[in-house]
T-cell receptor, first 114, second 112 residues
Framework: QKEVEQNSGPLSVPEGAIASLNCTYS??????FFWYRQYSGKSPELIMF????GDKEDGRFTAQLNKASQYVSLLIRDSQPSDSATYLC??????????????FGQGTILTVHP | ETGVTQSPTHLIKTRGQQVTLRCSSQ?????VSWYQQALGQGPQFIFQ???????GRGNFPPRFSGLQFPNYSSELNVNALELDDSALYLC???????????FGPGTRLLVL
């Protein structure tokens, strides 16, 4: 059973701070990793994807991947109240399979307070 | 906006009934994946359709079935509804079976 675990929340940070969201996965062969943001009552929205070890930056967001430790994280710099949402970590199927099933973590609720 | 649309937005059914949910994929996408999201949980993979064929299935019973049409839109059918089927049903489209998935707005199903 492939598992994706996210750090338990909720996480509360002040406006302007760095929010750090963490995720571990059980399938060592996994090759694609995604972060989705989900506002209350809405559907998940893709923020970042990362395939290679290291950091990937997009604006205020940085995704970090360490395949040896089976760990992926999302950093949000200069956090804004509009970043308050549930953040979902998703892991794509391991290489060699024929389809792109995503396995999701349970989500971490982030609250950015003014 | 991802360009993925779903209908209806909300639905109320009673236990034992059948339901059909619909999804139109984003232009240029040939793959549709369906997920079930219970309250407070992450989405759970139901199945994926790639070029009109089922291309992978999660741990859901056979009463969950689907179709994909030549225009790559898709349907999710659930027979013999149970109370635990109450959830947000999400459709995601992608430009291939292993590509990045973009979600539609979802259909919220309540089974009474």
């Amino acid at each position: 059973q492939k598992e994706v675990e996210q750090n338990s929340g909720p996480l509360s940070v002040p406006e302007g701070a760095i929010a750090s969201l963490n995720c571990t996965y059980s399938d060592r062969g996994s090759q694609s990793f995604f972060w989705y943001r989900q506002y209350s009552g809405k559907s998940p929205e893709l923020i970042m994807f990362i395939y290679s070890n290291g950091d990937k930056e997009d604006g205020r967001f940085t995704a970090q991947l360490n395949k040896a430790s089976q760990y992926v994280s999302l950093l949000i710099r200069d956090s804004q109240p509009s970043d308050s949402a549930t953040y979902l970590c998703a892991v794509g199927d391991a290489g060699g399979t024929s389809y792109g099933k995503l396995t999701f973590g349970q989500g971490t609720i982030l609250t950015v307070h003014p | 906006e991802t360009g993925v649309t779903q209908s209806p937005t909300h639905l109320i059914k009673t236990r034992g009934q059948q339901v059909t949910l619909r999804c139109s994929s984003q232009s240029g996408h040939n793959t549709v994946s369906w997920y079930q999201q219970a309250l407070g949980q992450g989405p759970q993979f139901i199945f994926q359709y790639y070029r009109e064929e089922e291309n992978g299935r999660g741990n859901f019973p056979p009463r969950f079935s689907g179709l994909q049409f030549p225009n790559y839109s898709s349907e999710l059918n659930v027979n013999a509804l149970e109370l635990d089927d109450s959830a947000l049903y999400l459709c995601a489209s992608s430009q291939g079976s292993g590509e990045t998935q973009y979600f539609g707005p979802g259909t919220r199903l309540l089974v009474l």
